[in-house]
């Protein structure tokens, strides 16, 4: 008898690792295999020491980076790659998406592999033969179904093992990176034959590289990296995190490559400065869309000057510029004896993400910089979401918009 935990879930994992030995020379695999004793291998761990409970039911969307260990997890859940430790355990039959085909026999025709295949998910001629037309009718492959399979294009076999694999009814269904076969006609068939078998129960593991096929589909996704789990929870905020990580992670190293330059620079030529930068502060560091942003920037005026502007450039995390504001721009001339100037930026439509202030005080022209302080603060925006999590906008450009 099945323990209770078991029963509510249709996949356990526990402790599940999964090693592979690497050689930095072809003989050496040969040398280990021949003498034991000789052991010139490396341990990669493509999944280590993970643990996971997924309930019946349930869209999970497993999230991460290339080499993150998502297709070997996978793969040791239908069984095609052997665990190096830890237990798995499934309730219910599983229909695999992993490798589009891996069952069909290039010799035989398309008509004859979607029985074999069949035959290999443990359905009886019977139960092929009640499918058939759906699967047929799904893959759309016309007379080519009735020619061996070897003559097929990648599109055709992708569509005909694709149509097999989801017309059997499965209590656990694997799909990794698979939605982008065949034409935009086939792919929303595709996704709503899944939000079919959604509706009906079925467990789902969904892989993905779209952020919003897995934040609009699943119930709950995990983040993994290096063979772990690093984040488990709401879609949303798992989604929302990994983009923000795949994002920042390259940028920020350039970044603060740039910030470290940028105060070099300026601390050669500060003893130069008519016009000295002293401080700039922002009222709050991270703002919902459509707040007001205050920044305010303190001077010391050293020689004097008359009359000088003040401004500000916005960037983003890839660098991009955003935003240039300049009290010139706005007929605004600052004059001696004005020390601290405020800026307000009203009502921000910066999309989500990081940004970075950049502070520059200009004669009254804005032909030339007194000072100029790269880098000076940053802020972040978040942007609502819809009740599925599906944020306000996205873009280059935030509008207030309604549609009726």
């Not at 069984?79 to 499934?90: E, Q």
């Not at 390259?250 to 003893?271: L, T, V, Y």
């Not at 940053?378 to 609502?384: S, Y």
């Amino acid at each position: 008898m099945k323990k209770k935990e078991e029963i509510k879930n249709a996949v356990v994992i526990e402790n599940l690792t999964k090693e592979y030995k690497m050689f930095s020379r072809k003989k050496d695999r040969l040398l280990e295999l021949i003498f034991p004793f000789y052991q010139k291998h490396s341990l990669f761990r493509a999944v280590d020491d993970l643990s996971l409970n997924i309930p019946k039911g349930q869209i999970l969307g497993i999230l991460g980076k290339n080499g993150a260990g998502k297709s070997t997890l996978l793969k040791m859940i239908t069984g095609v790659v052997t665990p190096t430790s830890g237990k798995i355990n499934i309730n219910g039959k599983i229909s695999s998406l992993l490798e589009l085909g891996t069952a069909f026999n290039p010799e035989l025709t398309g008509y004859q592999n979607i029985y074999e295949n069949g035959q290999v998910m443990g359905l009886t001629n019977e139960e092929i033969k009640a499918k058939e037309k759906e699967i047929i009718d799904f893959a759309d492959i016309g007379e080519h179904l009735y020619q061996p399979v070897k003559t097929y294009s990648s599109g055709m076999f992708s569509r005909l093992a694709f149509a097999c694999a989801m017309n059997v009814n499965p209590d656990i269904l694997i799909v990794d990176e698979v939605l982008s076969v065949g034409d935009m006609a086939f792919q929303e068939k595709s996704i709503t034959k899944m939000k079919e078998i959604r509706e009906r129960g079925t467990t789902i593991l969904f892989v993905s590289h779209s952020l919003s096929a897995v934040r609009n589909f699943c119930d709950r996704a995990i983040w993994m990296k290096d063979g772990k789990i690093v984040m488990d929870g709401k879609t949303e905020e798992v989604t929302e995190a990994y983009k923000n990580f795949m994002i920042d992670e390259p940028r920020e190293k350039q970044m603060k490559e740039k910030m470290k330059k940028a105060k070099e620079i300026r601390n050669k030529k500060m003893n130069k400065n008519s016009i000295k930068i002293v401080d700039v502060n922002l009222d709050k560091k991270e703002y919902d869309l459509f707040d007001d942003i205050k920044v305010k920037v303190k001077i010391d005026n050293i020689k004097n000057i008359k009359k000088f502007g003040v401004g500000i450039l916005i960037q983003d995390s890839m660098g991009e510029v955003v935003s240039a504001i300049n009290s010139i721009r706005i007929d605004k001339v600052f004059e001696i004896g004005k020390n601290e100037i405020d800026i307000l930026i009203k009502r921000n439509c910066f999309p989500q993400g990081k940004y970075y202030v950049n502070v520059s005080i200009c004669d009254e022209n804005i032909m030339f910089s007194y000072d100029k302080l790269d880098f000076a603060s940053e802020f972040k925006i978040d942007v609502p979401k819809n009740k599925i999590g599906i944020p306000y906008i996205e873009g280059m450009c935030a509008c207030e918009y309604d549609i009726s």
